[in-house]
């Protein structure tokens, strides 16, 4: 704890030294969150990086959510506590195949998740995240074929909410959420009989047809915060916990493990910790570069999707 106690007085002293900004995704470690200026979705941290004076964005959460706080601001510097926080969405959509995709079907509008790479924001028409993907889809004229990457599940959600027909979807998947089973969450729901069923819609179908909200990460946060039932069966990544137990807590969560390791937690943004961010907020290192060229064409897309909502 001493030692603990140690790293997170140096972590705020280099923060006031190199005037920068912490930003922290939900799913990080409790001690990162603890020290964070904003806890939030990834594209709602990055939109928070606008906002403050300083020169220096520390990203605790994966890759891609720093490329995106880079392409938003990219006159500051952004740098992670470790470069190979990953995530499968990102690895199962590569640009190249992409763009072969595109060629193949070059009439169709290209809605890219959040989760993806800025070399495949860049070829993308428009973003969207777990929280508006509804509504961007919905945005695109009914008779235009959408090609919808890299979530199959999202893509699978949103082609069921908006009744979209045309849609081809990718078949990528989020390693933590696509593989919760429908078992064990109907095993849960025997033991807590009482409790409802938040999910996000990176989930599986038959999970889905179980809960009673579905909704983006910050969005399933508020809606248990906010509900008047007092205990909850949540089907995402347990870092959640942090906040929910925070903001409510005289309330009881309930997180079911998934297949892969019998947890509920990613192993990319478990990859950050005190002595990772410490480090990097010394050495400014490692930071994400992108070509100003990328900047720009990854950055319509993002915008065209403000836009929307």
Same mark, same amino acid.
């Given at each position: ?7 997170? +007085?140096?972590? /705020?002293?280099?923060?006031?030294? !190199? ?11 409790? %001690?990162?969150?603890? /020290? ?11 939109? !928070? ?33 470790d !470069? %190979? ?10 640009? %190249? ?6 060629a ?22 428009i ?30 959600? *949103? !082609? ?6 045309n ?38 179908? +038959?999970?889905?047809?179980?809960? +009673? ?11 248990? *915060? ?37 947890c ?14 410490? %480090? ?9 570069e ?14 065209r ?5």
């Amino acid at each position: 704890m001493i030692a603990t106690a140690t790293i997170a +007085d140096e972590i /705020l002293a280099l923060k006031r030294e !190199k005037k920068a900004i912490l930003l922290a995704h939900h799913y990080q470690e409790s %001690d990162i969150q603890e /020290l964070a200026d904003s806890i939030g979705d990834s594209l709602e941290l990055s939109r !928070k990086a606008q906002q403050f004076e300083g020169d220096v964005i520390v990203f605790c959460g994966v890759v891609f959510m720093a490329e995106t706080a880079k392409i938003l601001n990219p006159s500051r510097i952004v740098v992670v506590p470790d !470069k %190979d926080a990953g995530c499968s969405l990102v690895d199962a959509c590569p640009v %190249d195949q992409l763009r072969a995709v595109k060629a193949r079907y070059p009439d169709h509008a290209v809605v890219s998740y959040i989760n993806t790479s800025a070399a495949v924001k860049a070829e993308s028409d428009i973003i969207c995240t777990s929280r508006n993907a509804v509504d961007v889809v919905n945005s695109i004229p009914a008779d235009k074929p959408i090609l919808f990457l890299p979530d199959i599940n999202l893509g699978n959600y *949103v !082609k069921k909410q908006t009744g979209r027909t045309n849609m081809r979807i990718w078949q990528g998947a989020c390693i933590v959420h696509a593989t919760f089973p429908a078992r064990k969450l109907s095993q849960a729901r025997a033991q807590h009989p009482e409790a409802l069923v938040a999910a996000h819609p990176e989930c599986p179908a +038959d999970v889905l047809k179980m809960a +009673d909200f579905i909704g983006s990460t910050s969005a399933i946060i508020d809606w248990c *915060v906010t509900h008047e039932g007092n205990e909850f069966i949540v089907m995402t990544e347990s870092g959640v916990s942090h906040t929910l137990n925070k903001r409510a807590p005289n309330k009881t969560f309930h997180f079911i493990p998934n297949e892969n390791c019998n947890c509920s937690e990613c192993p990319y943004m478990k990859r950050n910790s005190l002595e990772k961010l410490r %480090d990097c907020l010394k050495t400014l290192q490692p930071r994400i570069e992108l070509a100003p060229e990328m900047i720009e064409r990854a950055r319509a897309p993002i915008e065209r999707m403000l836009a929307v909502r």
